[in-house]
């Protein structure tokens, strides 16, 4: 297997592509009660951490997307240094194929993206741009944000459907700490602007020349300035007449071919202005060939064009992803707490509220599923014990000589005579206790009703038996006690 750099907390799972000064890996980011996310770790090749000038552009390239905020663009997330020292760049990933891969490949199959898609998607990156060239930082102030390197190569275009710009590596910007040398060129050769090929300044129409070029290859598959070497190559970009794409091919609609040849305009007067109203242009162009692609639909088309490199891909985060790194969830004893066990990344103890609560939704909804049968047995089973503590006082009351305690009735019950007082006994005051908290059985009546007859005949209650006499007085003399209902002379 393949050893993997280590990026902090990015989990590095495999590598999509390589180039000469630096790589792009897939990895993922975990957080807490199963949570990730995948991203795009673009590292910096490490024979180049040496390289003041690279490690300056690098640093720039994050510190300018960083501010372009567009879903025509790929976000930049963070930036950070890996264990050997070597800079990344953290970004969205993007499951798809460049645009470059998608022309190739339809080449190779003898067909063309299709029309009514190819111009969706460079409406999208060109609406991307503009987000791009209109870019501010946090506090409302313009980049002036140039792209410089705009061309197949980087325009990714998703399953999901959407194209989204990347690279800024060489941006042109208000905030970079690198500048481009007097006559130095950068970019590809045969994405340059007439002006960038001079070496004369550029601004966002250059952006617009750049994306020009990519339509029209993209639109007939095949490649629009080619040279035996870099002189010839940058002398066809400033001289070599440019054919429109419906001469060359007449299934491509009239008002897409305008589009893309105002783009094409060598003279910065006739050329688009900005990247927002090619985009414009093309999807008013796009009209006459019917309804626009819908995103799942080109993402359906995406996905049969991506041949095996995207294949690949999937498969490899669906490995990635499956398995045993699934988390698992345990109890912790019989404590109200949750363990949490990634596979790859130790345990989590999640301690649940006292009550069913949506954070953890999936855990703590099981959690109320245990509780509640338990729950619905407590009431029942104490009816029954507070019933038998009610009968259990009858029994012993029968058996202590003392009377049944009457069924409630509409009467007051009178108070008892003080002249020969008796202290109440115990099972008397369980009786009262359980009658207090236990609902009446159906054959009670309630107060001020008649109970009805009973057809069953019953048992004629035996007889007390005889009573013995009273105990004598104590030799004590009580204290005397007031009340409000008998005088002092009754105690003597």
């Known amino acids: 297997m393949e050893n993997l750099p280590s990026f902090g907390r990015y989990e590095a799972l495999f590598r999509i592509a390589a180039g000469g000064m630096a790589e792009v890996f897939a990895a993922r980011i975990r957080g807490e009660a199963g949570f990730e996310k995948l991203v795009a770790v673009k590292r910096m090749l490490p024979h180049l951490a040496e390289d003041e000038q690279f490690v300056d552009m690098f640093l720039d390239e994050a510190r300018v997307a960083v501010h372009v905020s567009s879903p025509y663009v790929v976000p930049t997330l963070d930036l950070g240094r890996a264990d050997d020292g070597a800079l990344y760049i953290v970004m969205e990933l993007v499951v798809g194929q460049a645009l470059s891969t998608l022309i190739r490949d339809q080449r190779r199959r003898g067909t063309r993206v299709p029309i009514p898609i190819a111009v969706e998607l460079l409406a999208q990156a060109a609406q991307g741009l503009d987000d791009a060239h209109e870019a501010v930082t946090p506090t409302g102030v313009r980049l002036g944000l140039v792209h410089r390197d705009v061309s197949p190569h980087n325009v990714l275009v998703g399953v999901d459907g959407r194209a989204r710009v990347t690279d800024f590596g060489i941006a042109r910007a208000m905030m970079r700490r690198t500048s481009t040398q007097t006559g130095e060129l950068k970019g590809k050769f045969a994405y340059f602007s007439p002006e960038q090929a001079e070496g004369r300044p550029v601004d966002r129409r250059a952006d617009v020349f750049a994306l020009g070029i990519v339509a029209w290859e993209t639109m007939l598959g095949r490649r629009l300035f080619t040279g035996e070497d870099p002189?010839?190559?940058?002398?066809?970009?400033?001289?070599?007449?440019?054919?429109?794409?419906?001469?060359?091919?007449?299934?491509?609609?009239?008002?897409?071919?305008?589009?893309?040849?105002?783009?094409?305009?060598?003279?910065?007067?006739?050329?688009?202005?900005?990247?927002?109203?090619?985009?414009?242009?093309?999807?008013?162009?796009?009209?006459?060939?019917?309804?626009t692609p819908t995103a799942r639909e080109i993402g359906r088309w995406v996905g049969d064009a991506g041949g095996d490199s995207l294949g690949h891909m999937r498969s490899e985060i669906d490995r990635a992803l499956s398995g045993d790194d699934v988390p698992t969830v345990a109890r912790s004893g019989s404590s109200k707490k949750i363990v949490v066990v990634p596979p790859s990344a130790g345990s989590l103890e999640i301690t649940l509220p006292p009550e069913p609560s949506t954070v953890g939704a999936t855990t703590v909804a099981s959690e109320t599923l245990l509780l509640r049968p338990k729950r619905s047995l407590l009431v029942p089973i104490a009816v029954v014990a507070l019933l038998g503590l009610g009968a259990g006082a009858l029994f012993l009351g029968m058996r202590s000589g003392d009377p049944a305690p009457a069924a409630p009735s509409a009467e007051p019950t009178p108070l008892p005579s003080m002249s020969t007082p008796v202290a109440p006994s115990a099972s008397t005051v369980t009786t009262v206790s359980a009658s207090a908290s236990v609902k009446a059985p159906k054959h009670w009546h309630k107060p001020g009703k008649v109970a009805p007859p009973s057809t069953a005949k019953t048992a004629e209650p035996p007889p007390p038996p005889p009573t013995a006499a009273p105990p004598p007085p104590a030799t004590t003399t009580a204290p005397k006690q007031s009340g409000p209902l008998l005088p002092d002379e009754a105690f003597k």
């Open 231 to 291: 002189m010839q190559l940058l002398g066809n970009v400033k001289t070599l007449p440019i054919p429109a794409v419906h001469v060359i091919d007449p299934e491509i609609p009239l008002p897409v071919s305008q589009a893309i040849a105002r783009a094409l305009e060598r003279s910065l007067d006739k050329r688009w202005a900005t990247a927002a109203e090619l985009s414009h242009a093309l999807r008013e162009a796009g009209r006459t060939l019917g309804p």
